[in-house]
């Protein structure tokens, strides 16, 4: 044989093998699965504190006198009569009026159907699918700003869940003649399928 038949030969054993290395190192690799899930982001429903239509949505927003133990207060249903202000629609003014130099909370009650929030492999329910976002720059409450979630407890058709803002522990005060404007309220469920 000739080197050059040599040569190739041998070149062509060593492409084949390097080729080998190649595919098993590929194919050694972990697979690596995705999960595909499904989100429902419904609107918020200016209903009051009734059943929206068999729907994921808002029952209310309060001003609410500072609770310190906002886990425990926030964990049944609230008084419209004890709230400063309150509202049972959405994109309104409130009833009532918040005295300044009085600390507060920002509490808002919304329903979650089972049909949303919901793990339907495993058949559980997940607080970690459902979140609200509140705005109001007049108490430095900065865009989108996530409310913390107190479960209250469920019916046939919903979980409950209050959210609040008590500015970290401290609660809110205005002063006399001042007022303040919530801007935007945005409350999301995913549905995990």
Known sequence: MNGKKIGLIFGAILAIAVSG???????????VENTIMEQRIPTLIPVGDANPGDNSG??????????EDPATAYSVNLSNATAYEYSDVG??????????????????KCGVTNEDGYWTGNQSRNADYNWCLITCADLSISADTNMTEVFIGNSTTYAYYHYYMNNGGAGYTITEGQSFNVTSVKFYVQRIV
């Open 21 to 31: 290395l190649f595919f098993s190192y590929i194919a050694s690799q972990p697979m």
């Open 58 to 67: 808002f029952f209310y927003f309060m001003v609410y006198p500072h609770q």
């Open 91 to 108: 994109n309104t003014s409130a009833t009532g009026e918040t005295p300044y130099s009085t600390t507060f909370d920002i509490v808002i």
